[in-house]
Structures are given as structure tokens and as C-alpha cells.
């Protein structure tokens, strides 16, 4: 088959590739991230690109923006290569960087990591090793173990490899005395380094959020428990599609699918990794421990293992817990040593990342009924308190992450996170994250935009915009007919930074209701499930990137959150973050994750019609049913 040179710019690369391959697929094998939340489907419409020269074959541009149509744009994942191409990828198209939402105070105040101290996966040992002669002749490694059970009470411990190789020039460099670097992995500890002498540079660790959209990494100080820095990107996954289903679906459906998504996994996490390791002047071998906290699917894919059975009834993962891997077999890139830990998933689509929340962030010992969110992909709740916990997941969508809206981004630098809406002329004040002008709207601000648009009676309780024939002449300028229908211009084109309209579409309200209604709807069943009331709750803790923005107020307006006292919500940030932290920095904490993920009972909520039911009377503004809202009445 014929090859062909495609040239990307701005980036100016070039690659070769095969006559027909189309154009997503060539950037992807580039290096260039183009968002594709439909997985290369041609449905969603966010991978615009434009052709500068060349003969390539346009496909279905359906989806295509109609501003992006006109200026010439076409769909990567439907133009295929027919000859030598200059393709230029415009900013709006390609996937953004995220900021990190955390607090090392959220850290160092943890009560847990206060009354149990400091117990790393990883650390160094100094040893004075007592001198051989013909009398007292035991062997290098058996004099190591003899000092490690004396000075640290280490009762057994194994070598690598790499390490014993090392040992006995260390320890005569050393004049008997020498630095190990050890780890403790599921009660036994492994050294990995030996090194002549005394040494005192500290060890590092590095914690792991694998999100389904992003993924974050946070260089941690084992020996200090101080957080040095930390890291985020998009999930180099997502080209492959939003959501974990479509992920699943690209598994199975394509050759060498599986690898290609557990390579997307690990070539986030290095290029996280190496961005942390040259702003800090430290190298890969400085790391020598890694916790990675995701769901259940993202944990699979992560280590490699099909998850095939996660979609198919009745929806087994391969295990929910994991063994430890040297990061050198993940082709992670730290110590080739280091143990890389994921964190205890508990059924299909409850992962590690909740039992990381559930354990970061909810009170200790107490009997107060507790209502855990995470606000994202998969929409997982958690209730109960320190005796008793039940889970489930609602399969929120992506929406509130910003995929499946039009204009649609994550909670970073440009997005809207807030709206508010003139009732008489319908013009749209907001707020730009770091200021600028908007490039999009976040999760937040499509909670406003929600709440606003129906303050403003721009839609129904179901989410209809009215007709520009129903609303004043001065208003129809902001209501009007789109190319999926009507829609509300919320930003015009000569005020956005993408130089096109910023605009919420009648679809896009009908996703973001799914997405609120099931959260709902969840919450709904879980406490009918153990036969409690809404009012009874007494903590809501929110987890998730784009929480931090959400005003309580309009998110009960418009029936995602419980009509609660505001007191009673309190927002954690990254909670699945904070528990890997936690667990790099103490043995018994990833213990007691172990305990939790094993105690917590997990809802199946496609079994039986009542999370239906729930769901149904819940994809309205805010409830069909009003009394659960009794302060809207």
C-alpha cells in the first residue's frame, strides 16, 4: 500500500503513514492529542482539523460546527490520507492541560497520618555492619539482615538482583558501613539499593490519581511526608473515547487494543513523571515507591488485564484487588525496582479511587451519616458511617467534565465556572477561571447556566428552550435556531478566545439532565435501599475537579444535590489523590483502605425498576416530584 509524509502544524511534525489511515489516528501516532470523547465515532465533532494542502478524503462532517465547516475544518476521525498532506491543528481541538486541585494541609492534618505517624512503602536504612573474620564469617546479604532485625526491627527481608550485585563492593567502600533503600510490599521488605557510607538524600514517592479524563501525579517526600510538586494532564486514553465503556468496547474490538490503551495509561503517568523529575533536578531512580488510585476499569487497563467482563452481565472485574508490580514491567518510569501499588477496587464500577476518598475523607469513629460524591465519569456515591458503608456507581457521564457538551471543557484555565443571566434583555455576565477570554464552560458553569436559563425563563422545567418567537425582539439574538436546534448564545464569537460562539443547545441541557438526574437518583435509591430518610444525612463531603467552582444553591436548584442545610456540604477536592498520598506515606493506611474497600456493600443499580423510576422522575428542574425541594416552593 502506498505511504504518504502528513506535516502537522503548528508543531511541525511529520510522520509517514499508510494511503487511507485517517488523520486522528495519524496524530495520535504523532504524539498529538486531539480530544475525541465519541472514541474516533465521527459523533461528537471536537476533533476538528484543517487541511492547508494535499489530497486527503473527507468523510460524514454531520457533526462538524457549522463555523468550523466554513472555515474550512473537517473531521480527523473521518478524512482519510490520499497523498502528501499539511494539516494544520487548531488549539481549540487539541486536549488541554489540567491544574491539580489539592492542599498539603489536607494532608499533613489528616488525623490518621497524626496518630499513626510516618511508615512509608519505601525508605532508607543506614547500617553499621559488623566486620568479618575467619571466626565470624556470615555471608554479606545474612550480615545486612543481622543489622536490619537488630537497629529496625526488620524480621525478614529479600535482595534483587541489581542490588545484590552492588552489595559487596558497597559495603568494603563503605568500610562495613552502608545505606540501603528498601520497600515493604504486602508485609515483606525488598531492598533495591545499596550505597557505600552514610547517605542522606532523601527518598520520593510518587502518588497517582488514573482518572478516566485526567490524570494527576504528586512527587511526595517519603522521609518528611512534604508534597514537593505536582502534576496534571488529560488521560492519553481519551482519544480513544470518554467514557469507560467506549474504552472497553476499543479493547475488545481492535488488534492489539489492549495494549495500545495500557501504553496511552503509562505514557501519561511518564510524561507527568518526567516534567516532575526536571523541575526538582531529581532522577527516575529517586522514586521508589508508587500508589496509583483509579476505578475499577482504569486499574484494569492500567496493569493490562481485558476488561471485557466489566460490561458484560453480570459485570465481573478480574479482581478487585491487585498484585504490586515492579514499575519496570509496567514501563513506568521510576526505580525499575520500585513496587507500583493500586489501590482496592470494590465491584465493577466502584474502584480504588473511592476507597482512597472514602478513607482520606470521612470522619473516623463516628456514627454521623455521612454522604460521600464524587462528582465525575461514573458519578460514585457513598453512605453510611464508621460501621457500615453501601456504594454505587450512576454512570453519570462525562458531561459535567465538560465531553458531550458543545462547548464543553474541563474546570482549567479559560472555562466559564460562572454564569449569571439578566431576565430582561437575556445577556449573559460570567467568570473566566485565571481570566482571559473563555474558551468554553465548565461543569460548574453549566450548573449555573442550568439555574439561570430557568431563573430567566429561558427554559421549561424540562428543559426546553423556548422559541426565538416566544421571547422579545430585543432578546432573539441570544435565543435562536442552531444546527441541533435551539440554543442560547451565551458568549459571542468576537468576545470568546476560540473566535466562535459560545452556546448551550437544547442537547446539551438534555445531557447535563441525565447527568444531574442520575446523581439524584442515586442518591435516592442508596437511602431507600437501608431505609433512611434524605434529612437524616448529616455531612455531604464533594469530591471531584470541578466541585471547588459548584455553588450549593443553584446545584439543589436545579435537583442534583439534596435540599440540605448548606452547612452540612463541604467540598475535599481530590480525594482519590489524597489517599494515595496517604498510602505511599503509611503501611497501615493502605491496610485499612484494604479494610473499607472489603466492607463496603455495593448496589447493583441496573437490578430491579427503582433507580429507573428514580432516574426518570429526576431528569427535571429540579424533581417532578417538588416536596423533596422544599425550599425552592
Known amino acids: 500500500m502506498a505511504q504518504y509524509q502528513v506535516t502537522f502544524l503548528p508543531d511541525n511534525i511529520e510522520i509517514t503513514v499508510e494511503e487511507g489511515t485517517n488523520l486522528l489516528e495519524a496524530a495520535r501516532n504523532a504524539g498529538i492529542e486531539l480530544g475525541s470523547p465519541c472514541g474516533g465515532n465521527g459523533t461528537c465533532g471536537k476533533c476538528a482539523v484543517r487541511v492547508t494542502s494535499g489530497l486527503y478524503e473527507a468523510g ?10 466554513t472555515q474550512g475544518d473537517t473531521l480527523s476521525c473521518t478524512a482519510s490520507v490520499k497523498g502528501d498532506l499539511t494539516v494544520e491543528i487548531p488549539e481549540k481541538s487539541r486536549m488541554k492541560k489540567h491544574k491539580v486541585v489539592l492542599s498539603e494541609r489536607q494532608i499533613k492534618e489528616n488525623s490518621f497520618l497524626q496518630q499513626n505517624g510516618i511508615n512509608p512503602v519505601g525508605r532508607k536504612y543506614h547500617l553499621m555492619l559488623t566486620k568479618p573474620d575467619l571466626k565470624d564469617n556470615m555471608n554479606d546479604l545474612d550480615r545486612v539482615r543481622k543489622a536490619l532485625r537488630k537497629e529496625y526491627g526488620v524480621t525478614e527481608a529479600t535482595i534483587s538482583l541489581d542490588g545484590l550485585r552492588k552489595l559487596p563492593e558497597a559495603i568494603r567502600l563503605g568500610n562495613f558501613e552502608i545505606t540501603i533503600t528498601a520497600i515493604m510490599v504486602q508485609g515483606r521488605c525488598e531492598i533495591i539499593g545499596v550505597e557505600p557510607g552514610k547517605m542522606e538524600k532523601p527518598v520520593f514517592g510518587a502518588a497517582v490519581d488514573m482518572g478516566t479524563t485526567t490524570v494527576v501525579v504528586v512527587l511526595v517526600d517519603l522521609d518528611s511526608g512534604t ?17 469507560v465503556i467506549s474504552r472497553i468496547i476499543y479493547a475488545d474490538e481492535n488488534q492489539d487494543g489492549l495494549s495500545t490503551l495500557k501504553e496511552a495509561a503509562t505514557d501519561t503517568v511518564n510524561e507527568l513523571l518526567k516534567a516532575l523529575l526536571a523541575r526538582n ?7 521508589i515507591s508508587m500508589v496509583c488510585g483509579g ?7 492500567l496493569l493490562g488485564v481485558t476488561p471485557t467482563y466489566l460490561r458484560l452481565e453480570p459485570y465481573l472485574p478480574a479482581a478487585v484487588t491487585f498484585p504490586a508490580v515492579n514499575a519496570e514491567t509496567l514501563g513506568i518510569g521510576i526505580h525499575p525496582h520500585a513496587p507500583v501499588l493500586t489501590l482496592p477496587s470494590v465491584a465493577s464500577y466502584v474502584g480504588g479511587d473511592i476507597s482512597a476518598g472514602v478513607f482520606a475523607i470521612l470522619p473516623k469513629n463516628s456514627d454521623d451519616l455521612n454522604l460521600f460524591i464524587d462528582i465525575g465519569t461514573n458519578g460514585e456515591l457513598v453512605l453510611g458511617n464508621s460501621e457500615w458503608l453501601v456504594t454505587c456507581s450512576c454512570s453519570a457521564g462525562p458531561a459535567f ?12 484555565d479559560g472555562a466559564i465556572d460562572w454564569i449569571e443571566i439578566d431576565p430582561v434583555n437575556l445577556e449573559a455576565g460570567y467568570r473566566v477561571i485565571n481570566g482571559g477570554k473563555p474558551l468554553g464552560i465548565c461543569g460548574s458553569g453549566l450548573i449555573y447556566s442550568l439555574s439561570e436559563m430557568l431563573e430567566a425563563g429561558i427554559i421549561d422545567r424540562a428543559g426546553k428552550i423556548r422559541l426565538p418567537a416566544e421571547v422579545p425582539g430585543a432578546c432573539r439574538s441570544r435565543i435562536r435556531i442552531g444546527p441541533e436546534g435551539a440554543e442560547y448564545l451565551l458568549v ?17 441541557i438534555k445531557n447535563l439532565l441525565r447527568a444531574k438526574g442520575a446523581i439524584f437518583a442515586g442518591i435516592r435509591t442508596m437511602l431507600q435501599q437501608v431505609q433512611l430518610d434524605m434529612s437524616v444525612i448529616s455531612n455531604v463531603f464533594i469530591a471531584g475537579g470541578f466541585g471547588k467552582y459548584i455553588n450549593i ?3 439543589v436548584r436545579i435537583g442534583l444535590l439534596p435540599d440540605l442545610p448548606e452547612e452540612k456540604y463541604e467540598y475535599v477536592g481530590n480525594s482519590c489523590i489524597q489517599g494515595a498520598i496517604l498510602g505511599l506515606l503509611s503501611l497501615e493506611a493502605l491496610m485499612e483502605m484494604d479494610e473499607i474497600a472489603s466492607k463496603m456493600t455495593y448496589l447493583e443499580l441496573s437490578i430491579g425498576n427503582q433507580f429507573m423510576d428514580e432516574f426518570i422522575s429526576a431528569v427535571f428542574i429540579p424533581h417532578t416530584d417538588l416536596s423533596l425541594f422544599p425550599s425552592l416552593q
Open 281 to 287: 533536578g531529581l532522577s527516575a531512580g529517586d522514586i
Open 295 to 301: 476505578n475499577t476499569v482504569m486499574t484494569h487497563l
Open 401 to 412: 467534565e465538560g465531553s458531550g457538551i458543545n462547548c464543553g471543557m474541563r474546570a482549567m
Open 227 to 243: 508534597i514537593l510538586d505536582q502534576e496534571g494532564t488529560y488521560n492519553k486514553q481519551a482519544t480513544y473515547g470518554s467514557d
Open 60 to 69: 460524514n462532517d454531520f457533526h462538524l460546527a457549522e463555523d468550523s465547516k
Open 553 to 555: 444553591t443553584d446545584a
Open 492 to 508: 459571542p464569537e468576537s468576545e470568546s478566545g476560540t473566535g466562535r460562539d459560545i452556546v448551550i443547545t437544547e442537547g446539551d
